[in-house]
């Protein structure tokens, strides 16, 4: 549920956000056939908001390596979204 809260308060914000569960939509695909998927539409995004729990996701963090690499803005506050608008 937590990427289903952050999707409805980036929205509340007029953002348009890209939920990796939606961007999957398959609980049986594979770890990296999922990353690849969540890489592809991370390539579409001008920005990405890092949820608090990303830490504790490998996924998370090679998702934040690229978008270091690829000079993607990473925002970890929603404040900070605010200020964007």
Same mark, same amino acid.
């Given at each position: 549920? &937590? ?9 509340? +914000? ?5 939920? $990796?569960?939606?961007v !999957? ?11 690849r998927?969540?890489? &592809? ?9 890092? +949820? ?5 996701? $490998?996924?998370?963090? !090679?998702?934040?390596?690229?978008a ?18």
């Open positions: 549920m &937590k990427f289903g809260s952050a999707q409805k308060q980036l929205e509340a +914000l007029g953002f348009e956000a890209v939920n $990796p569960l939606v !999957v939509n398959d609980w049986h695909c594979t770890w990296d056939h999922a990353m998927l969540c890489i &592809k539409a991370l390539m579409d995004c001008d920005a990405m908001y890092i +949820l608090p729990c990303a830490s504790d996701s $490998p996924g998370a963090g !090679v998702e934040m390596q690229l270091t690499r690829l000079n993607i803005p990473m925002y970890v506050m929603l404040n900070s979204l605010k200020k964007l608008k």
